[in-house]
Structures are given as structure tokens and as C-alpha cells.
């Protein structure tokens, strides 16, 4: 993603269709991510306790301070923050679940049910905050290609047996097409506002580390041990960003994507910074 978002600053993206392969880059790995989603994996009344609790952080907690942020931001950095808003929790939860050594089967679990609730969700609110400015059926349609379409291809990507190297190196590359494509389509206001890139990086820290590390502090003083609080955490803090710059790209101008564009740079740092942070806490 690093690299994608340095060469679409330097070479200015796709010079057509940037549109079309956005689209492309993100279905491809959204049905990647999504063969790791095995409902099959979760049994139990926990995990529905799980589920409804990330619901809370996700599309509760971090979707309301998402819309907080948007207030102090003007028509099309507005309607980006309300697109990011109402997006799903990003499907790279369970694996960063994993390596941080968290309950991988519920963080499955609840995202796979956090996709489902998005289904309703998403539109209801953009077409609630936004208004008139979306296109239902554009809406609906775009939600059926880059969700429900990812969902159903990665049942059948499953029965391939395609290795876990394969698989990563086809999702890194997919995403880096993405950030290319985005990043490059908004050079212009990277290099040319950097007032506004400075207020929406702020933003950005406070959405990603300031509402991370919150849940990881309440979550502490009230003793939730650590393999359980992770994914939490993760919720707290993660958006499905490609998605969200697609949709932003789809249906408006691509300058609707920057703070999505902006926010993956600091998703990054964020789980690095989490790889480093959890072994110092071994409780």
C-alpha cells in the first residue's frame, strides 16, 4: 500500500479507467481476504456476544466519532468521511487478530457478521448523510460487486488450494493497484493543499490510534484479557478504506477519496505500532 500511494503521487495513477480498475483491484482483494472467513470455524454463544460487541465499536463508537470528524470538514472531504463511516470494519481485522495472537475465530466470526449488517447499513446511512447526491440503484449496485460478489467468488477461490504465499502476494499487489490508483487521481490535492492534508492527517491519527488506544485502555482498567480485547481494539480502529475509496470514486469525484487515501497511510503505522505494543503487555 506504501508503495502504491508513493508511485500514484509520482506518476499521477492510471491516465483512464481509474474508476474501473479500482473496482477491479479492490473485488479481487476482497474475495482474497474473505476465503479466511469460515463461518463453519465458530460455534457458541460467545461468539455471538463477540459479534454484537464489535458491531457496538465498529458502527457504533467509531462510526459516530468518523461523523464527529466530518463536521469540521467542507462538501466532498465531508462526504469521505461519511463514506468511511458507513463502511464495514476492514476484512484485514482477523489476520492482524492472528499475528497479534487474539481469538482468531471470533474476530471471523464478527466480521463476517459485520459485513452482513453492513448490507443495510451502509446504504441507510450514506443516503441518510449524504442525501440526494447518491444514486441508489449505483449505490446497491456497487455493494453487490464489491461485497456480496467477493463473498460468493471466495466459497469457490477456497476449493482451489491456492497457497497462503499466493494468496498474500496477489492481495498485496490488488491493493497496491488500488492506492495507486486513488493516490494518483488526487495528486493534485496532495501537492497543492497541504493545509487540508495536514487537518485530515490529524484526523486520521485521532480516528486510527486515538480510538485504538482508548478501547485498548477501558478495556484494560475493566480486565478483558488480552487474547479478547485485541480484535476489540482492531474494531475500534479499522474501516474498510478500499472499499470506501472505490465507493467515493464510483459515485462522486475522487477527491471524495483523500481521507480514505490519507487514513490507509496511518492503518499501516497502526498495526506496525501494534506488533511492537502487545509483547511489552504480556497479560
Not at 474475495?31 to 461468539?47: M, N, P, Y
Not at 462526504?79 to 481469538?103: D, E, K, R
Not at 475465530?105 to 440526494?132: D, E, Q, R
Request: hydrophobic share 60%; net charge positive.
Amino acid at each position: 500500500m506504501t508503495t502504491g500511494l508513493v508511485l500514484g503521487l509520482l506518476l499521477g495513477g492510471f491516465p483512464v479507467l481509474t474508476k474501473e480498475i479500482s473496482m477491479a483491484s479492490l473485488a479481487v482483494a476482497m474475495t482474497l481476504s474473505l476465503t479466511s472467513v469460515t463461518l463453519a470455524q465458530t460455534r457458541g454463544r460467545d461468539h455471538l456476544g463477540h459479534a454484537a460487541w464489535a458491531l457496538v465499536i465498529n458502527y457504533g463508537a467509531l462510526t459516530a466519532l468518523i461523523l464527529a470528524i466530518a463536521v469540521f470538514f467542507d462538501a466532498d472531504i465531508r462526504n469521505g468521511w461519511i463514506l468511511m463511516a458507513a463502511a464495514p470494519s476492514a476484512v484485514s481485522v482477523v489476520p492482524f487478530t492472528t499475528i497479534l495472537g487474539g481469538q482468531t475465530s471470533k474476530a471471523l466470526f464478527s466480521t463476517a457478521v459485520n459485513y452482513v449488517v453492513a448490507l443495510v447499513l451502509m446504504p441507510v446511512l450514506t443516503l441518510a448523510l449524504i442525501g440526494s447526491a447518491v444514486s441508489v440503484t449505483s449505490l446497491i449496485i456497487y455493494i453487490l460487486l464489491l461485497i456480496v460478489l467477493p463473498m460468493a467468488l471466495s466459497r469457490a477461490v477456497m476449493r482451489t488450494n491456492i497457497s497462503r504465499a499466493a494468496n498474500s502476494s496477489i492481495l498485496n499487489v490488488s491493493m497496491a493497484v488500488l492506492v495507486f490508483a486513488v493516490a494518483g487521481a488526487n495528486r493534485s490535492a496532495f501537492q497543492g493543499e497541504l493545509l487540508l492534508i495536514g487537518a485530515i492527517s490529524v484526523a486520521c491519527i485521532l480516528r486510527t490510534f486515538g480510538s485504538g488506544l482508548l478501547t485498548e485502555v477501558v478495556l484494560r482498567r475493566v480486565r478483558i484479557p488480552k487474547p479478547a480485547r485485541i480484535s476489540y481494539v482492531l474494531f475500534s480502529s479499522y474501516k474498510n478504506l478500499g472499499l470506501t475509496a472505490t465507493l467515493a470514486i464510483a459515485l462522486f469525484e475522487p477527491i471524495v477519496a483523500v481521507p480514505a487515501t490519507i487514513c490507509i497511510v496511518f492503518e499501516v503505522v497502526w498495526v506496525i505500532f501494534l506488533i511492537r505494543f502487545y509483547p511489552r503487555f504480556p497479560d
